[in-house]
């Protein structure tokens, strides 16, 4: 956690908080503007390292990609409050949209998000992956084209899911499942904001796992699962993660894509609703493939190598998996 050392990156770190609640909080299109734009200037200290030539470089494509997003949102808000909102109507809505699409590695504008995951640390992945996507989504939801938003919805989906085959990288396996959930989070807003909120909280406390239980162990790419000597509960944990972040009943994951699915059906939405459960299985699929593999070569373990993980940080883990397993016990509560 190197911010926290650091004051420098302790105070690009506030900024990057409150330029959030400026956004989300501003009562003029301006006002978000300038949110965003220093959501920008603060990110790019915290993922900057001289002694890291990818974290540069990742600093580098960020900022290129998200000083075009903000741009063009501006441009789109002067043409609309120029042509004064009477031609055009269609059009400057799916601008808007574009732009903020932009901003949160959706499709079709999704190519700058798994690259710029490939050089970052596992925590700047962590804020890349759910704090960053919260101005945007909010904004979204302000001016939302909801024909454009529906078709986008579900080329997350597929797009995240073809993506996530034949990856060795965990970061980018993460980058592409975060692009399928981003679709869910997207329906979740159509639908109502307190169920956003709650889907959104459930999966960044999955992130969180997730991202901490690499850091911990310190494995960017999927063949270290095979050959670090890791303890056989910390593998277990893993799998439980991985499954409940691709939303298998009756982890916790699957209680939030429950609910989207039940209000899509309500709403008679069955096409988006038959590819969000497709993408879900075929994700489920992906991890267990890797799940597999990783649990049958518990037996390969080299002597020489020590298990390094600190018994505290294991108990910590398999208290956060056993939340994951309680998600159908969560779940009753809200239907009480």
């Given at each position: 956690?190197?911010?926290?050392?650091?004051?420098?990156?302790?105070?690009?770190?506030?900024?990057?908080?409150?330029?959030?609640?400026?956004?989300?909080?501003?009562?003029?299109?301006?006002?978000?503007?300038?949110?965003?734009?220093?959501?920008?200037?603060?990110?790019?200290?915290?993922?900057?390292?001289?002694?890291?030539?990818?974290?540069?470089?990742?600093?580098?494509?960020?900022?290129?990609?998200?000083?075009?997003?903000?741009?063009?949102?501006?441009?789109?808000?002067?043409?609309?409050?120029?042509?004064?909102?009477?031609?055009?109507?269609?059009?400057?809505?799916?601008?808007?949209?574009?732009?903020?699409?932009?901003?949160?590695?959706?499709?079709?504008?999704?190519?700058?998000?798994?690259?710029?995951?490939?050089?970052?640390?596992?925590?700047?992945?962590?804020?890349?992956?759910?704090?960053?996507?919260?101005?945007?989504?909010?904004?979204?939801?302000?001016?939302?084209?909801?024909?454009?938003?529906?078709?986008?919805?579900?080329?997350?989906?597929?797009?995240?899911?073809?993506?996530?085959?034949?990856?060795?990288?965990?970061?980018?396996?993460?980058?592409?499942?975060?692009?399928?959930?981003?679709?869910?989070?997207?329906?979740?807003?159509?639908?109502?904001?307190?169920?956003?909120?709650?889907?959104?909280?459930?999966?960044?406390?999955?992130?969180?796992?997730?991202?901490?239980?690499?850091?911990?162990?310190?494995?960017?790419?999927?063949?270290?699962?095979?050959?670090?000597?890791?303890?056989?509960?910390?593998?277990?944990?893993?799998?439980?993660?991985?499954?409940?972040?691709?939303?298998?009943?009756?982890?916790?994951?699957?209680?939030?894509?429950?609910?989207?699915?039940?209000?899509?059906?309500?709403?008679?939405?069955?096409?988006?609703?038959?590819?969000?459960?497709?993408?879900?299985?075929?994700?489920?699929?992906?991890?267990?493939?890797?799940?597999?593999?990783?649990?049958?070569?518990?037996?390969?373990?080299?002597?020489?190598?020590?298990?390094?993980?600190?018994?505290?940080?294991?108990?910590?883990?398999?208290?956060?998996?056993?939340?994951?397993?309680?998600?159908?016990?969560?779940s009753t509560f809200f239907f009480i």
């Amino acid at each position: 956690m190197l911010f926290m050392i650091n004051s420098n990156k302790m105070f690009f770190f506030f900024t990057l908080f409150f330029s959030t609640l400026i956004s989300i909080s501003s009562n003029s299109w301006l006002g978000c503007w300038i949110g965003l734009e220093i959501n920008l200037l603060s990110f790019i200290p915290l993922i900057t390292s001289p002694n890291n030539l990818l974290n540069s470089e990742a600093s580098l494509k960020y900022f290129l990609t998200q000083s075009i997003a903000p741009i063009n949102f501006l441009f789109s808000i002067l043409l609309k409050l120029l042509m004064l909102n009477f031609f055009f109507h269609d059009l400057f809505s799916i601008m808007i949209n574009s732009s903020l699409l932009m901003k949160m590695g959706s499709i079709p504008f999704h190519f700058w998000f798994p690259n710029i995951m490939e050089g970052l640390s596992w925590l700047n992945c962590f804020i890349l992956m759910t704090w960053q996507k919260i101005s945007p989504l909010i904004l979204l939801s302000y001016y939302m084209n909801i024909n454009f938003i529906s078709i986008i919805m579900i080329f997350n989906c597929i797009i995240g899911v073809i993506g996530s085959f034949n990856q060795n990288s965990i970061r980018k396996l993460m980058a592409f499942s975060s692009i399928n959930n981003l679709g869910w989070m997207m329906s979740s807003l159509m639908i109502s904001e307190s169920i956003w909120k709650l889907f959104f909280f459930l999966y960044s406390f999955l992130i969180m796992i997730m991202c901490i239980m690499s850091y911990l162990i310190n494995i960017f790419f999927i063949n270290q699962l095979f050959n670090i000597n890791l303890n056989f509960f910390f593998k277990i944990s893993i799998m439980i993660n991985f499954l409940s972040l691709g939303g298998l009943p009756p982890l916790l994951g699957f209680f939030s894509k429950w609910m989207i699915i039940n209000f899509l059906i309500m709403n008679n939405m069955f096409l988006i609703t038959f590819f969000f459960i497709m993408s879900s299985l075929i994700m489920i699929f992906v991890y267990i493939r890797i799940i597999y593999s990783s649990l049958l070569s518990y037996s390969f373990k080299f002597k020489w190598f020590k298990n390094f993980i600190k018994y505290n940080y294991i108990m910590i883990i398999n208290f956060f998996s056993l939340i994951s397993l309680s998600g159908m016990i969560f779940s009753t509560f809200f239907f009480i």
